[in-house]
């Protein structure tokens, strides 16, 4: 069983950035791939960017350019640290990990972004 918390989220001005956390606890030292979703009102959640185990990276096109992925091993501990924010990023974000074939979720964090 993994647990993860995020935390992070808010309320920032377009042009602005934040950084999300999410802190994996249990057993996190079998996770091989976190994730970072989104999900706006009225819309299917979307991927927004991933890392391996190894550091491999992917986002998504939105993004690429915008926001970075990064994680602290030995915290258990994966980022997401946005910038250039625009009113479209505006979602509630959930961290997600894998480990051995299961798919654990956080809570999800709101960030909003006024224009």
């Known amino acids: 069983q993994v647990r993860l918390v995020e935390s992070g989220g808010g309320l920032v001005q377009a042009g602005g950035s934040l950084r999300l956390s999410c802190a994996a606890s249990?057993?996190?030292?079998?996770?091989?791939?976190m994730r970072w979703y989104r999900q706006a009102p009225g819309k299917q959640r979307e991927l927004v960017a991933r890392?391996?185990?190894?550091?491999?990276?992917y986002y998504a096109d939105s993004v690429k350019g915008r926001f970075t992925i990064s994680r602290d091993n030995a915290k258990n501990t994966v980022y997401l640290q946005m910038s250039t924010l625009k009113p479209e990023d505006t979602a509630v974000y959930y961290c997600?990990?894998?480990?051995?074939?299961?798919?654990?979720w956080g809570q999800g964090t709101q960030v909003t972004v006024s224009s």
């Open positions: 249990g057993r996190s030292d079998s996770i091989d791939l």
């Open positions: 997600n990990a894998r480990s051995r074939a299961m798919d654990y």
């Open positions: 890392i391996w185990s190894s550091g491999f990276t």
